[in-house]
């Protein structure tokens, strides 16, 4: 946990709390922004990135003092996982809402593939969130909370050269049906399945071609924003009647699969 700056010493608030994995860069980021302007303390959860998550949380706290944190886990770590889930949970004394956002994503084509990538891919993207919701579900259901994975518009139909990732998102989406069952009625479980929301950044990325070609099989004929996803996430945690559902943020791309 970080310096008083961060918000490491915020003192108990009825307000309610959420935990969002990945969260200093990026989607993750935006999703923080708009749960802190809804009222909720927000848990910055970030593996390498210290300072962007301190900068967040700094400029969160400035608009609502001790409103934020910064918890540091490796997620491929079993150990870390479950500390993360400790101090989550020790942060105000409450925690509910898990956004499940943080995620590993690089080509692996078939030739390449090693037992080290299938372990970041899906520890990151499917075995992470699970032991998450395992360690975090008692506390979720004092408070009837929510979980909304991040999973992937293209996870039903595969990606060429990205099989572990597509297979890791696909057993997300099954956890989060199963799960949503499982933690009825007291926990809602949610998902959403980003499209073209903003570039890859792995080396090499797409090139203008590329996106070109995804833009042309995406209805709305332009990429998406974080906003979208994080409307999105507010609509479920509002949406007191779903669970179990995945829904689509991908400008009508699936309309084309």
Request: glycine share 8%; with cysteine; proline share 5%.
């Amino acid at each position: 946990m970080n310096d008083p700056e961060s918000g490491s010493h915020a003192p108990t608030s009825p307000a309610p709390v959420a935990l969002i994995t990945g969260a200093a860069h990026r989607i993750g980021a935006c999703i923080s922004r708009h749960l802190h302007q809804a009222g909720y303390s927000v848990i910055i959860h970030y593996n390498r990135s210290a300072a962007a998550s301190e900068a967040l949380a700094h400029e969160l706290n400035a608009t609502r003092a001790a409103s934020a944190v910064c918890l540091q886990a490796d997620l491929l770590t079993t150990d870390e996982i479950r500390h993360l889930a400790a101090q989550a949970i020790s942060c105000w004394g409450r925690l509910d809402v898990l956004v499940n956002n943080a995620s590993l994503f690089y080509p692996t084509p078939l030739d390449t593939v090693s037992e080290d990538d299938c372990r970041k891919l899906m520890g990151s993207n499917a075995w992470a969130p699970l032991f998450l919701c395992q360690q975090l579900r008692e506390a979720l259901a004092r408070h009837k909370g929510n979980v909304i994975n991040l999973i992937d518009s293209t996870s039903g139909f595969g990606i060429p050269e990205f099989t572990p990732y597509t297979m890791a998102k696909a057993a997300l989406a099954n956890m989060t049906r199963s799960l949503a069952r499982e933690l009825a009625p007291s926990t809602r479980v949610n998902g959403i399945a980003p499209g073209a929301i903003l570039w890859p950044e792995y080396e090499g990325g797409l090139s203008e071609t590329e996106k070109a070609e995804r833009l042309a099989k995406t209805a709305c004929g332009r990429i998406g924003s974080p906003d979208d996803i994080a409307h999105a996430v507010m609509f479920l945690l509002n949406a007191s009647y779903i669970t179990g559902e995945i829904i689509r943020v991908d400008g009508g791309a699936a309309l084309y699969s």
